[in-house]
């Protein structure tokens, strides 16, 4: 059974001399989930805060909803229908973007640091996706573990989690082999994790002292630890490609 302590020395050993690639690459992957601007918004707390804080009465709904209702009645109906339909489209688009550009950035990012485990750090695999003449493979299969984890989420929170630790080890998996079949790589991972998901979770949990340190220097610190988080699991693919595994297609 693998220690996350020894992962992480391996994570440490491969990031020398060659984090600065690793910080560009996982910056890279950041803004291409999304999860740099879901960070933001720092004033958040403090609005619940002042919400809360409001004597929830009839006077008090009315004078809150004055500013909205005014600003509706000076623009008018039309426009307002204009705005959200404007806000739609351009949420539907960076979703696109995110489907279409972000899955093919995540697979190439991995396949910078397996590949910077073994002591090989060009810049070129984040291109990989794009590059490898599989992309419409790699976001498809992509796409069906979002959805695959997602609609267990929807039945539960827990299954939810469990399964995005049963599905952690398919952008390494088309990493290597962008040939794979969709449901193959999913079924790979699910067999690779078996067994090892709660210590999964708890290399998750390990690394969360990090982010909140990097948390308190406006974000930007969380970018500065995303390389060596990425470099653990990185290594943590190789270790349980290692031991082999059945492949079994039953129950996504």
Not at 153 to 168: C, E, F, N, T, W
Request: no cysteine.
């Amino acid at each position: 059974m693998w220690n996350r302590a020894d992962l992480k020395a391996k994570a440490k050993e491969s990031l020398k001399g060659t984090y600065v690639n690793g910080l560009i690459v996982s910056f890279l992957m950041l803004l291409a989930s999304g999860a740099w601007n879901s960070g933001s918004g720092s004033d958040g707390g403090k609005g619940m805060e002042a919400s809360s804080s409001m004597e929830f009465s009839q006077e008090g709904f009315s004078s809150m909803m004055e500013g909205p209702k005014a600003a509706m009645d000076a623009i008018g109906t039309p426009t307002v229908i204009g705005i959200a339909f404007g806000v739609f489209s351009f949420i539907l688009v960076m979703g696109i973007i995110k489907v279409l550009v972000g899955y093919l950035i995540e697979v190439g990012g991995q396949k910078y640091f397996l590949n910077a485990s073994e002591g090989e750090s060009t810049l070129n695999h984040i291109t990989f996706g794009f590059t490898s003449g599989k992309w419409l493979n790699i976001v498809r299969t992509m796409f069906l573990r979002s959805v695959f984890t997602y609609l267990w989420a929807m039945l539960l929170l827990i299954p939810g989690i469990v399964k995005y630790y049963s599905y952690r080890m398919v952008p390494y998996i088309l990493a290597e082999d962008p040939d794979v079949d969709s449901f193959e790589a999913i079924a790979i991972s699910k067999e690779m994790t078996r067994g090892h998901k709660m210590n999964m979770f708890v290399m998750d949990l390990s690394f969360i002292g990090w982010f909140i340190l990097g948390g308190l220097l406006f974000g930007f610190g969380f970018v500065l630890v995303m390389p060596y988080y990425n470099a653990t699991f990185a290594e943590l693919y190789y270790t349980l490609k290692g031991e082999g595994h059945h492949i079994s297609y039953e129950g996504y």
